[in-house]
């Protein structure tokens, strides 16, 4: 018989080590989900129809505990936000924020964001991403894991329209380096609206979380990443 050949498992930027849901988390599963949440499923979303209008739509991959998805919603009542996270403590207290505020502008997706945009999102769909604090792998032997790695990037450039965002923030350098790399390598899809090999300074409308307050604390600085996406 022929050899089968060897099948290659792509190299995932997480891994799921989540503890238990709170009450509240998994009461935010059994009532809130049927409202802001969406099922993964290999087919293209109409973004349109699942809002219920033609706004913008802004994606922010890995949000956490949500907390700066929900502020950004809060505040800008005239955009959409679709929001992709694995971890459910984290959906789940973004739900009960969701809930708190009211916020009808957002949708979640528990799923790897890898595989949501490259078979939920069409072409052009978003105004924007943003990839905030990712897991910065920290050891040599594990940077492979970086979420921001040129294939991405490409998959990033097909699903944001001519003139949209991406907007990246770390608080680690070495990770701020190298998404600056790649992201430098990607000059024909990206412009950095920063100029040259530059960061950009901290923008206001990225809402100031307790994340980043501590990294302040213990000396941790932070550095932004505004490329625009190129027609």
């Not at 998994?26 to 499923?41: K, S």
């Not at 789940?92 to 957002?106: A, P």
């Not at 790897?112 to 050891?139: C, I, R």
Request: glycine share 10%; charged share 25%.
């Amino acid at each position: 018989m022929a050899e089968r050949p060897p099948r290659h498992r792509r190299i995932r930027s997480f891994v799921l080590r989540e503890g238990r849901l709170t009450p509240g988390q998994q009461r935010a599963f059994d009532t809130l989900w049927p409202r802001w949440g969406i099922d993964y499923a290999a087919a293209p979303l109409d973004l349109g129809a699942v809002f219920g209008n033609a706004h913008p739509v802004y994606v922010e991959i890995g949000f956490g505990n949500g907390e700066s998805l929900a502020e950004m919603a809060r505040r800008h009542p005239e955009r959409n936000y679709l929001g992709i996270e694995v971890h459910r403590p984290g959906v789940g207290h973004l739900l009960l924020r969701l809930d708190e505020l009211g916020c009808n502008n957002v949708r979640v997706i528990r799923h790897d964001a890898v595989e949501v945009l490259a078979n939920m999102l069409p072409a052009g769909s978003l105004a924007g991403v943003y990839l905030f604090f990712p897991d910065p792998w920290h050891k040599k032997r594990h940077h492979k894991r970086r979420i921001l790695q040129p294939a991405f990037v490409a998959e990033l450039a097909r699903v944001i329209r001519p003139g949209g965002l991406l907007h990246a923030a770390t608080d680690w350098e070495d990770y701020a380096q190298q998404m600056m790399d790649v992201l430098g390598d990607a000059a024909a899809l990206f412009a950095n609206s920063a100029g040259g090999h530059r960061f950009a300074p901290r923008p206001d409308d990225r809402p100031l979380t307790k994340f980043e307050q501590r990294g302040r604390r213990l000396g941790h600085g932070v550095r932004d990443l505004l490329f625009t996406r190129r027609a």
